[in-house]
């Protein structure tokens, strides 16, 4: 087994399996709550916490001052208060409460998050307002009712979105970064002024089809230049390959030295739902067996909006990439487009 397919757990989820093998060794373990509290510079420290009966799992995270009255961002799954724990001294403490009928891999993801951000900071002075930066995120992102961990189609398909991001970024430099919608749910992946790219994966062998979700990710007449299909062929592994985390972090490196696209990345990577601190959750390589582009144009077999009469909507159909063939394009073709439209703003 290759070395990376040993996926260590995060912090906050290898130290709440301690916990529990903590509690399941003593037969009549003492107390409510089996704990454990962390330090980390600047003053600030997490206790972590289970609920001895009904393993329901908490996190304190330690406040400088008694902060004025203050509404936590919620969501469905969480409770939030502040509290002080005589244990361990006379400080204020934020508390996070898992509540009943709430995953624990949930908790455990959004408790790491603030572990990652709180054990950054120099001091305890911004701990309030890094906690509560953080909880909005995620209240936003649960109002749209998604899942912190991506299935495994979303996983697919933003790889193959960070596959063409990097291309970009290598041909036309760390602007390619603004190019991409990331999960803004635009008609198409990336556009590059008056140009757009749609692109689309397959794990499955040949014959290979691009699942089109709309009547409109292959209609070029709303597009002032050209429209563009990038089709990624992949295979799929749980013993090797890329996976998710690593071209993230592959990319990562190449904005280094542009922060302002790295910050942009980071954002529409949690837009897109790809969160960091579920990064090792994502075990899946995938290898890149073919890529194929083409230009979208009226020889290209397609359903669009003009073709049928209005009461019609939602239209989703498999494309056949073998049929698009006659389409096809060198790749220096497509880069030249896409640098001639990224001399413009994207």
Same mark, same amino acid.
């Given at each position: 087994?290759? #070395?990376?397919?040993?996926?260590?757990?995060?912090?906050?989820?290898?130290?709440?399996?301690?916990?529990?093998?903590?509690?399941?060794?003593?037969?009549?373990?003492?107390?409510?709550?089996?704990?454990?509290?962390?330090?980390?510079?600047?003053?600030?420290?997490?206790?972590?916490?289970?609920?001895?009966?009904?393993?329901? =799992?908490?996190?304190?995270?330690?406040?400088?001052?008694?902060?004025?009255?203050?509404?936590?961002?919620?969501?469905?799954?969480? /409770?939030?208060?502040?509290? #002080?724990?005589?244990?361990?001294?006379?400080?204020?403490?934020?508390?996070? +409460? #898992?509540?009943?009928?709430? /995953?624990?891999?949930?908790?455990?993801? +959004?408790?790491?998050?603030?572990? +990652?951000?709180?054990?950054?900071?120099?001091?305890?002075?911004?701990?309030?307002?890094?906690?509560?930066?953080?909880?909005?995120?995620?209240?936003?992102?649960?109002?749209?009712?998604?899942?912190?961990?991506?299935?495994?189609?979303? #996983?697919? $398909?933003?790889?193959?979105?960070?596959?063409?991001?990097?291309?970009?970024?290598?041909?036309?430099?760390?602007?390619?970064?603004?190019?991409?919608?990331?999960?803004?749910?635009?008609?198409?992946?990336?556009?590059?002024?008056?140009?757009?790219?749609?692109?689309?994966?397959?794990?499955?062998?040949?014959?290979?089809?691009?699942?089109?979700?709309?009547?409109?990710?292959?209609?070029?007449?709303?597009?002032? $230049?050209?429209?563009?299909?990038?089709?990624?062929?992949? =295979?799929?592994?749980?013993?090797?390959?890329?996976?998710?985390?690593?071209?993230?972090?592959?990319?990562?490196?190449?904005?280094?030295?542009?922060?302002?696209?790295?910050?942009?990345?980071?954002?529409?990577?949690?837009?897109?739902?790809?969160?960091? /601190?579920?990064?090792?959750?994502?075990?899946?390589?995938?290898? %890149?067996?073919?890529?194929?582009?083409?230009?979208?144009?009226?020889?290209?077999?397609?359903?669009? =909006?003009?073709?049928?009469?209005?009461? +019609?909507?939602?239209?989703?159909?498999?494309?056949?990439?073998?049929? !698009?063939?006659?389409? /096809?394009?060198?790749?220096?073709?497509?880069?030249?487009?896409?640098?001639?439209? !990224?001399? %413009?703003?994207?």
């Amino acid at each position: 087994m290759s #070395q990376w397919r040993m996926i260590a757990m995060s912090f906050t989820t290898d130290i709440y399996k301690k916990i529990l093998d903590d509690i399941s060794q003593r037969k009549d373990f003492p107390g409510s709550h089996a704990s454990r509290l962390i330090s980390y510079k600047g003053g600030n420290h997490i206790v972590f916490s289970i609920n001895v009966i009904s393993g329901l =799992r908490e996190a304190f995270i330690a406040l400088d001052e008694l902060p004025d009255h203050i509404d936590f961002p919620k969501w469905h799954g969480i /409770a939030i208060d502040v509290v #002080q724990l005589p244990a361990y001294g006379d400080k204020h403490y934020i508390r996070f +409460v #898992q509540l009943p009928q709430s /995953a624990d891999y949930i908790f455990e993801i +959004v408790i790491e998050d603030l572990r +990652v951000s709180v054990s950054a900071l120099d001091s305890m002075e911004a701990t309030l307002s890094t906690v509560y930066a953080i909880l909005l995120k995620w209240k936003r992102f649960f109002q749209a009712e998604r899942d912190p961990l991506m299935s495994d189609e979303l #996983q697919e $398909g933003l790889y193959g979105e960070l596959l063409f991001l990097a291309w970009a970024i290598t041909n036309i430099g760390t602007s390619a970064v603004s190019c991409w919608t990331g999960g803004a749910r635009e008609t198409h992946d990336f556009y590059f002024a008056a140009h757009a790219v749609e692109v689309k994966t397959t794990s499955k062998k040949e014959p290979y089809y691009a699942t089109i979700s709309s009547e409109y990710q292959l209609d070029n007449s709303d597009i002032p $230049g050209r429209l563009f299909l990038c089709f990624y062929a992949l =295979r799929k592994s749980s013993s090797s390959g890329e996976r998710l985390p690593e071209i993230v972090q592959r990319i990562r490196d190449m904005l280094i030295d542009d922060p302002s696209a790295k910050m942009l990345f980071e954002d529409k990577l949690i837009q897109y739902g790809y969160f960091e /601190a579920a990064a090792e959750l994502y075990t899946t390589g995938f290898h %890149q067996r073919e890529q194929y582009c083409f230009e979208i144009s009226e020889l290209t077999p397609r359903i669009i =909006r003009s073709m049928y009469k209005p009461g +019609v909507a939602k239209v989703a159909y498999e494309l056949s990439i073998a049929q !698009c063939l006659p389409c /096809a394009i060198p790749i220096d073709d497509l880069s030249q487009a896409i640098t001639r439209g !990224c001399d %413009q703003i994207c």
